[in-house]
């Protein structure tokens, strides 16, 4: 199986945990079924190699998410990045693009395309896989997934299929109707629009070729940021006559609100959380290393995290958005490809940052023009490589380095560092890369 997975979104409507570069996918809120937690799309990455472990897995995204992908699902999964934003025909195109012209995936191929975060069961992938298969087979050039109605939504689009069978000819497509035009569509068989799709490779990239004029991957990348900002439903299912649809009937939830995510933990709170006997329907979710007590609240959700805290009546959690649009703050807290920062302290002179780096990897080799760095270490061992000296660090070293110095930290084992930053224009702008000078 082919698929490509679509990762975007800034995440606001679960703030504090999800930012600019950390969205919804990347919290660790749910438990495998070793009792670890783990995030919507580690969940939903093992759930498709559970499936079908010889699937070819691409994710669709920006680079701002990259980072966080590689440290969650490490460096074997395939990312088509994304230069800017620009809805998700052109994300499907460029990814599409990617597996013909760097993965070398045939054109007669099938490929499916899904959200990154669904919270679903198995049997969904197992649905997605036969999708793929009915892709290549049909003459249908659209194989859609269409999710059995739970009530009558106004968040989703609806499929109206020409059937009642498990696989159909649609009808039509509607947009997302108030709640009593979407009564009267599920009385007529209606499915939830649920963003999947499955198409034969090159049937996507001919429509693309229509649309926009590219010679191959590298080419549509470096035009990506001309291109028309629109979806895929528009630009091609609108437009396609021949389009089956599979209908799913397993669980299928979209997590996208405080209410919703606190429906699908597995306990009343993450992280350090106590809650009287008079909570009624309270869940916590702390990132902080100090507890949260809760007392008689009713229906809240309470989340804390170096962004920020939110207290939220759960039905209130999904208005959160223009207030944290409101919010002026740099991101406290982000995951790289070599582990994670979480910032400390904030002040004019300076910065305090704790660093974690996973095993066998480092940072950039950089410099900064406009601050001083010090380096404490205060676990594990590495080495630090300053303007092309090596030297060997462990629990305790502290390594000072001025600015303009070229420097990087590389872990041997896990390694915890306070990160002091001295200037008064600090700014993640002032960041120069160097090739590793050994």
């Not at 995030?39 to 990259?66: F, H, L, N, W």
């Not at 036969?130 to 989703?156: D, Q, R, W």
């Not at 979407?182 to 034969?200: C, D, M, P, T």
Request: aromatic share 8%; hydrophobic share 35%; glycine share 6%.
């Amino acid at each position: 199986m082919n698929i490509v997975l679509l990762s975007g979104g800034s995440g606001k409507r679960l703030w504090p945990l999800s930012n600019d570069i950390r969205s919804k996918q990347f919290i660790q809120i749910f438990k495998d079924e070793n009792g670890k937690y783990h995030s919507m799309v580690q969940r939903v990455y093992g759930q498709i190699r559970k499936v079908d472990p010889e699937a070819t897995v691409t994710i669709a995204t920006s680079k701002s998410q990259v980072s966080a992908i590689h440290n969650q699902l490490g460096d074997n999964v395939g990312i088509s990045v994304e230069p800017c934003r620009r809805d998700t025909f052109p994300a499907i195109v460029l990814a599409a693009a990617y597996l013909r012209d760097v993965k070398r995936i045939k054109e007669t191929e099938s490929v499916v395309v899904c959200p990154v975060d669904p919270y679903v069961e198995d049997s969904y992938f197992k649905g997605l896989k036969l999708l793929g298969e009915m892709a290549e087979k049909s003459v249908a050039n659209l194989v859609l997934m269409g999710i059995e109605p739970t009530y009558p939504s106004e968040k989703y689009g609806y499929i109206i299929p020409k059937t009642q069978e498990e696989i159909s000819q649609v009808d039509v497509f509607k947009e997302k109707p108030n709640e009593e035009t979407a009564k009267k569509y599920i009385s007529q068989g209606a499915l939830w629009n649920g963003g999947v799709f499955a198409f034969r490779l090159g049937y996507v990239l001919q429509r693309a070729h229509e649309l926009i004029d590219f010679k191959d991957y590298d080419d549509l990348f470096e035009k990506y940021s001309t291109l028309e900002k629109i979806s895929f439903d528009y630009a091609v299912v609108e437009h396609e006559k021949q389009i089956e649809v599979l209908r799913y009937h397993g669980q299928w939830k979209d997590l996208g609100t405080w209410n919703t995510l606190t429906e699908a933990m597995h306990d009343t709170s993450v992280g350090e959380a106590i809650l009287s006997d008079t909570c009624e329907n309270v869940h916590v979710v702390n990132e902080l290393k100090v507890p949260v007590l809760c007392v008689g609240l009713k229906n809240v959700v309470v989340s804390a995290g170096p962004d920020g805290i939110l207290v939220s009546d759960k039905d209130q959690s999904s208005y959160i958005k223009p207030y944290v649009d409101s919010i002026d703050q740099q991101i406290m807290f982000a995951e790289k490809s070599w582990g994670s920062f979480r910032v400390l302290d904030v002040d004019e002179e300076g910065m305090t940052i704790k660093v974690t780096l996973n095993p066998g990897h480092r940072m950039n080799y950089h410099s900064h023009s406009n601050r001083d760095e010090i380096w404490s270490v205060l676990s594990g061992e590495g080495r630090t490589i300053v303007d092309g000296m090596e030297q060997k660090v462990k629990t305790g070293d502290v390594v000072t380095m001025a600015a303009g110095c070229r420097h990087t930290i590389i872990a041997d084992s896990k390694l915890q560092v306070i990160e002091v930053q001295l200037g008064r224009e600090i700014s993640v702008y002032d960041k120069q890369k160097y090739e590793l000078e050994i």
